[in-house]
Nanobody, 116 residues
């Protein structure tokens, strides 16, 4: 079955950096677009970044443009989210997502807290 397992979250000071990882299994990873979402307390889940199958094309939500970078390693079946210049408003649970076999699959999420 499809499994997505996120890791790499934590507590970081404003201006700091983190790298999130999402290890995938149970599907042909290299054939699917991968996404990162986030959900802050009291807010709806929002799309953060998208990477195409080869990693050649990426798209970002406006609030994270220029600070976050999504990438993937198809050999390792892993997608990454490199986050720089973190702000308190980036605090959220971050989720990995794939739409495969006619439905969305989600990981369990990893908490990112940006605070001094």
């Amino acid at each position: 079955q499809v499994q997505l397992v996120e890791s790499g979250g934590g507590l970081v000071e404003p201006g700091g950096s983190l790298r999130l990882s999402c290890a995938a299994s149970g599907f042909d990873f290299s054939s699917y677009v991968m996404r990162w979402y986030r959900q802050a307390p009291g807010k709806e889940r929002e799309l953060v970044a998208i990477v195409t199958t080869t990693g050649g094309t990426t798209r970002y939500a406006e609030p994270v443009k220029g600070r976050f970078t999504i990438s993937r390693d198809n050999a390792k079946k892993t997608v990454y989210l490199h986050m720089n210049s973190l702000k308190p408003e980036d605090t959220a649970v971050y989720y990995c997502n794939v739409y495969a076999m006619f439905r969305d699959y989600w990981g369990q999420g990893t908490q990112v807290t940006v605070s001094s």
